[in-house]
């Protein structure tokens, strides 16, 4: 285990990143109005990211200062820094979640969903497919009751499926 002031692999990169970030979103509001004046629409969004820059640049600066883990656990800092970031559940749902994006304009709001709840359950360590299918279907009905009767928001049928769902 890595020292208190030791530097975690990639915690560099990633100070680095957010600062990165933190200039561009600079950027972009100033890219709302300028600096007219004070009460211009851009300069809440222009003080918010100037805050996280000069924070940015101070945890940059902090972190630089700290030394380096030579190695992790036996591990070499690339092999690290990959596990710590890509833990595997992260990596499933987020799979999942791609999966549901795409599958949704081709199979439709309830068959995606559908899909992605049973894929949750089993990625959470859920193994009883059983119940996970009933659970994934009761919750599924009252969202889809809930949106179309209370909110009237018509969900995607998608176009694979045209004409068999109502």
């Given at each position: 285990?890595?020292?208190?002031?030791q530097?975690?692999?990639?915690?560099?990169?990633?100070?680095?990143?957010?600062?990165?970030?933190?200039?561009?979103?600079?950027?972009?509001?100033?890219?709302?109005?300028?600096?007219?004046?004070?009460?211009?629409?851009?300069?809440?969004?222009?003080?918010?990211?100037?805050?996280?820059?000069?924070?940015?640049a101070w945890?940059?600066i902090?972190?630089?200062?700290t030394?380096?883990?030579?190695?992790?656990?036996?591990?070499?800092?690339?092999?690290?820094?990959?596990?710590?970031?890509?833990?595997?559940?992260?990596?499933g749902f987020?799979l999942?979640?791609?999966?549901?994006?795409?599958?949704?304009?081709?199979?439709?709001?309830?068959?995606s969903?559908?899909?992605?709840l049973?894929?949750?359950?089993?990625?959470?360590?859920s193994e009883?497919?059983?119940f996970?299918?009933?659970?994934?279907?009761?919750?599924?009905?009252?969202?889809?009751?809930?949106?179309?009767?209370?909110?009237?928001?018509?969900?995607p049928?998608?176009?694979?499926?045209?004409?068999?769902?109502?």
């Amino acid at each position: 285990m890595p020292e208190k002031n030791q530097r975690l692999p990639g915690e560099l990169t990633f100070t680095v990143l957010l600062l990165l970030g933190s200039l561009f979103l600079l950027a972009q509001a100033y890219g709302i109005s300028g600096f007219e004046s004070i009460t211009s629409a851009g300069m809440f969004p222009m003080l918010s990211a100037l805050v996280m820059v000069l924070t940015g640049a101070w945890v940059v600066i902090r972190t630089r200062r700290t030394t380096p883990v030579e190695r992790v656990d036996g591990e070499t800092l690339t092999g690290a820094f990959a596990r710590q970031i890509t833990p595997s559940v992260f990596m499933g749902f987020t799979l999942a979640l791609l999966a549901f994006m795409f599958l949704l304009p081709k199979l439709g709001f309830v068959v995606s969903a559908y899909g992605f709840l049973l894929a949750s359950m089993r990625l959470l360590g859920s193994e009883r497919w059983g119940f996970n299918a009933l659970v994934s279907a009761a919750s599924l009905a009252v969202v889809f009751l809930i949106f179309q009767t209370v909110f009237s928001v018509i969900l995607p049928k998608g176009t694979w499926l045209v004409g068999v769902w109502p």
